[in-house]
Nanobody
Framework: QVQLVASGGGLVQAGGSLRLSCTAS????????MGWYRQAPGKERELVAN???????YYGDSVKARFTISRDHGKNTVYLQMNSLKFEDTAVYYC????????????????WGKGSLVTVSS
């Protein structure tokens, strides 16, 4: 099992910055990719960014050049630095982690943390 605890959401003005953190505990050696999704009111959940165990990063088109994902393996923590925030970035942000059978026996599993609300005022 993997538990994810996220922090860092809040209210910010457009153009401002926030940093989200998500710390994993439990079977952390089984985790390959960690990332962030978001869900705005009335919209489907979408991938914001993720980062593999080897550091390969992916960003959704709407956040490229504004958001940066990073990972501290020693702290089992993934960060999402969000700069130049826009009103349309307002959403509940969810951290996730993927259990990979390459690292541990057993089936692949996706774990989710509780959402962190990010509100950007225009």
């Amino acid at each position: 099992q993997v538990q994810l605890v996220a922090s860092g959401g809040g209210l910010v003005q457009a153009g401002g910055s926030l940093r989200l953190s998500c710390t994993a505990s439990g079977d952390t050696l089984c985790i390959s990719t960690m990332g962030w999704y978001r869900q705005a009111p009335g919209k489907e959940r979408e991938l914001v960014a993720n980062i593999t165990r080897l550091g390969t990063q992916y960003y959704g088109d709407s956040v490229k050049a504004r958001f940066t994902i990073s990972r501290d393996h020693g702290k089992n923590t993934v960060y999402l630095q969000m700069n130049s925030l826009k009103f349309e970035d307002t959403a509940v942000y969810y951290c996730n982690a993927e259990r990979d059978p390459y690292y541990c026996t057993g089936p692949p599993i996706v774990y989710w943390g509780k959402g962190s609300l990010v509100t950007v005022s225009s």
